[in-house]
């Protein structure tokens, strides 16, 4: 590959703004342009519920995964000294999605939680409940919940990954292929966790058409509507 060959981020979310950039070597770069809220106000925990209302990218994934863990020991902590049984973290989601790689590791955090992890390994269940929206990365997040509920005026987007690329040929056949798997582990993570068959996956994921909260139950990708 060359010093002009850019690979770019791998985008899961509702829907992409682009800007584009003068690099130094005379080209242009095409890059997503993020919400500018602070992830601070967006990302927060109150007793055993964690809310995550943002697009999804590195900072905000990191904060989620330091922060859902810290809650994790926390609630472990209180089970020893108050014999609390039965844990439970309930995650709010309002999420147009991001950035696959972000998506993925705090889909991967949920399911660590729900299996338990650290010294003391005790299986915690988390609750999603999608409230406004959980598209793409989003919905990532939302389908591994142990239980999962939609708000009656929500919706969710579950779509093909889309990305951009400056490159030669060569780098850009590879750069498909990428992309290809990244659609076949999103594939993958909706198929374990709804009704969907890989047929209708493929047909659905080929779309963007938002989801109703009865054609999330009716796919399975929540349990009920509240």
């Known amino acids: 590959m060359t010093k002009n060959s850019k690979y770019r981020k791998v985008s899961a979310r509702r829907s992409d703004s682009y800007e584009i950039e003068a690099c130094e070597d005379g080209t242009e770069e095409v890059s997503n342009v993020m919400a500018s809220t602070k992830n601070l106000n967006v990302i927060y925990s109150l007793n055993n519920h964690l809310y995550y209302y943002k697009d999804i990218d590195s900072e905000g994934s990191a904060l989620f995964c330091k922060t859902i863990s810290e809650m994790y020991y926390n ?21 147009e999605g991001g950035d696959f ?9 949920i399911e660590e939680v729900k299996k338990g992890f650290g010294p003391v390994p005790i299986p915690m ?13 989003g919905s990532l997040m ?5 239980e999962r509920t939609i708000s009656r005026y929500s919706f969710m987007l579950i779509h ?27 594939k993958t993570i909706y198929k374990e966790n709804s009704k969907l068959s890989e047929e209708e996956l ?3 994921m080929d779309k963007d058409l938002y989801f109703s909260p009865e054609d999330c139950v009716k796919h399975g990708l929540v349990d009920r509507i509240i």
């Open 75 to 95: 609630i472990i902590s209180s089970m020893l000294s108050t014999g609390l049984t039965n844990p439970v973290i309930e995650l709010h989601i309002n999420s």
């Open 142 to 146: 939302s389908v591994v919940g142990s």
């Open 101 to 109: 790689s972000a998506a993925a590791a705090m889909a991967s955090k």
């Open 125 to 137: 269940k988390v609750i999603t409940h999608v409230e406004g929206e959980s598209c793409s990365g």
């Open 160 to 186: 093909k990954a889309s990305s951009g690329f400056v490159g030669k040929t060569e780098d850009m056949k590879d750069h498909v292929k990428n992309i290809e798997l990244v659609n076949s582990i999103m």
């Open 202 to 204: 493929d047909k659905i």
